[in-house]
């Protein structure tokens, strides 16, 4: 099975901070990754689909980028309503979806 | 309105049986491909089932297969996961996703998800 890690585990920023989260596969996915934000209490929220296309809807300052086994989420200018756990998912092998250990964002 | 909205969710006893139901609303439901997700208390997500949009292909996680089921009806526009077996590990909000337009394994609409307690 394809596992995923993400780093850091837990970041604290500022509003106004440009914040970048890891995604790393044990195998290559090429670009059948996704990101989720999730808020307490909420179901997650889809940001990013293909790795790097942006969901309907959500802010600019949200990107993805990579491909094969490293990926990137970054957030160019925090928000306060995007202090949340970010999830990466990989669905290489759809329908078996596999999800990462989550970041966590707080505040500084 | 576009959503999912789960039920059925409550408190049960170690090898006792539940049924979660699904109900979508506000897209052709049966078009798209359907999944369970889970969470426990704390900590991540983790995916459970998936049907195919017609029902036909049915796909399970190793930590539920031959406990869980997955089925649907399309004409009620309904998703359904047949718990049995229940085991102290399987306490977690569960959640229905439905596959993403473009993008089939990305999940674009959630919901809100209903809460399944095993204890004795």
């Known amino acids: 099975a394809i596992q995923l890690t993400q780093s850091p585990s837990s970041l604290s920023a500022s509003v106004g901070d440009r914040v970048t989260i890891t995604c790393r596969a044990s195998?290559?996915?090429?670009?059948?990754l996704a990101w989720y934000q999730q808020k307490p209490g909420k179901a997650p929220k889809l940001l990013i689909y293909?790795?790097?296309s942006l969901e309907s809807g959500v802010p600019s300052r949200f990107s993805g980028s990579g491909s094969g086994t490293d990926f990137t989420l970054t957030i160019s200018s925090l928000q306060p309503e995007d202090f949340a756990t970010y999830y990466c998912?990989?669905?290489?092998?759809?329908?078996?979806?596999?999800f990462g250990p989550g970041t966590k964002v707080d505040i500084k | 309105q576009v959503q999912l909205v789960e039920s059925g969710g409550g408190v049960v006893q170690p090898g006792g049986s539940l049924r979660l139901s699904c109900a979508a609303s506000?897209?052709?439901?049966?078009?798209?491909?359907m999944h369970w997700v889970r969470q426990a208390p704390g900590k991540g997500l983790e995916w459970v089932a998936f049907?195919?949009?017609?029902?036909?292909?049915?796909y399970y996680a190793d930590s539920v297969k031959g406990r869980f089921t997955i089925s649907r009806d399309n004409s009620k526009n309904t998703l359904y996961l047949q718990m049995n077996s229940l085991r102290a590990e399987d306490t977690a909000v569960y959640y229905c996703?439905?596959?993403?337009?473009?993008?089939?394994?990305?999940?674009?609409?959630w919901g809100r998800g209903t809460l399944v307690t095993v204890s004795s």
């Open positions: 996703a439905k596959d993403a337009d473009g993008s089939q394994g990305s999940f674009d609409l």
């Open positions: 506000g897209f052709t439901f049966s078009s798209y491909g």
């Open positions: 049907i195919r949009y017609d029902g036909s292909n049915k």
């Open positions: 195998q290559g996915i090429s670009s059948a």
């Open positions: 293909d790795a790097s």
């Open positions: 998912q990989q669905f290489n092998n759809y329908p078996r979806v596999t």
